[in-house]
């Protein structure tokens, strides 16, 4: 009743940024990431008859309360009813990278505890199996699963084989969240070793970030004039960007990527307060990645609900990238990643 996984984070290439139901965490839109090998994420689950709760250790912090340990008691009832047991866990996590500041720890937790849960439950789930699991805990937590370049469809826009267009399957109303949530899976469509890229991470504040991904998605769904086109905006990205990997295209890929970036953030700051993850150094960064993108060198920014920057080239730019980042004033501190593999049982 133990096991151990490993998952590393992902940062999504077309963004994912709202929920068609709360309930089943389904996303409204589909989204794509590269999984980000070198930043690793270590949980292990104990299923054990004396525990009368779950208990959780997060990078060291013993007994863990509150949200945190709700949302991790919530996402084990869902494998405690797969698995037909009632009995509690004890959990132990930890990330080698900073938490709770947009670097997407959520996608590696969710993905390690999915993994080390259902095999700690004696559960032996197919991957796609598991990538909607881990959806439910993160909806980035589905892309986690697998390693390389990776696309999470939404239960409304899928593609039936990997090589065939994303098409739209069913309308928004005709079916239930239920139904749709067995649809919304992550796939990996390229390996790690297709295309290799490297990703910049420059952390500009160590701080926890204001707003949460599931608030200012919610609140960017009820009260931004941009979400609808946003959400309309994405699946036309998502066949540029998955073109822009397949055919090892950086320039395609940078303009995809920034653009999807841009128009998620724009419509979260056209929200009611309007939500801003940026600080000074992250507009600094966009300025001087561009800057540096019109001299020739091949570098794009991506930004996700916090304040740090994403910077991606390919691995021969690498030093110029790390120079021209590590150049802007504010900059704390720089993690350096590659394409990663899929979570792992140890
Ligand atoms: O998985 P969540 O609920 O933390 O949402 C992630 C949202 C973004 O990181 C901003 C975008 C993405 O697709 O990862």
Not at 135 to 148: D, E, K, L, N, W
Not at 201 to 214: F, L, M, P, R, W
Not at 327 to 339: D, E, K, M
Request: aromatic share 8%; hydrophobic share 45%; proline share 4%.
């Amino acid at each position: 009743m133990k096991a151990t996984a490993t998952a590393h984070p992902n940062i999504a290439l077309v963004k994912y940024w709202g929920k068609r139901d709360q309930v089943f965490n389904l996303p409204a839109a589909p989204s794509l990431s590269m999984t980000l090998g070198g930043l690793t994420t270590r949980t292990s689950v104990e299923f054990l008859p004396e525990l009368a709760t779950d208990s959780l250790e997060l990078d060291g912090e013993k007994d863990v309360q509150g949200a945190k340990l709700r949302r991790v008691s919530q996402f084990l009832d869902l494998v405690r009813a797969m698995a037909g047991t009632s009995l509690h866990a004890r959990v132990q996590s930890s990330n080698d990278f900073p938490t709770g500041a947009g670097l997407a720890s959520s996608a590696s937790g969710f993905a390690a505890l999915a993994l080390s849960a259902t095999r700690a439950a004696g559960l032996y789930l197919d991957e796609r199996a598991l990538s909607i699991l881990a959806r439910r805990g993160s909806g980035s937590a589905g892309r986690s699963i697998f390693g390389g370049f990776v696309e999470i469809y939404d239960g409304v826009y899928t593609r039936d084989e990997v090589d065939e267009p994303l098409t739209r399957r069913r309308s928004e109303t005709d079916w239930s969240a239920e139904e749709a949530s067995e649809m919304a899976f992550a796939r990996q469509f390229a390996p790690p070793e297709h295309w290799d890229l490297r990703c910049v991470i420059a952390v500009t504040s160590a701080g926890e970030k204001d707003v949460g991904s599931t608030e200012g998605m919610v609140r960017t769904q009820q009260t931004s004039a941009f979400y609808e086109p946003w959400v309309q905006s994405v699946p036309a990205d998502i066949e540029r960007a998955r073109a822009a990997v397949l055919a090892h295209d950086f320039d395609a890929l940078a303009q995809v990527a920034e653009a999807s970036c841009l128009r998620m953030h724009a419509s979260a700051m056209a929200a009611e307060p309007g939500i801003v993850y940026w600080n000074a150094t992250t507009v600094s960064l966009v300025h001087r990645v561009r800057a540096a993108r019109a001299d020739g060198v091949p570098v794009f920014f991506t930004i996700d609900a916090g304040p740090q920057v994403k910077v991606f080239c390919p691995a021969h730019a690498l030093d110029a990238c790390r120079d021209l980042v590590s150049g802007v004033q504010g900059v704390r501190q720089l993690l350096i990643a590659h394409p990663g593999g899929g979570a792992q049982v140890e």
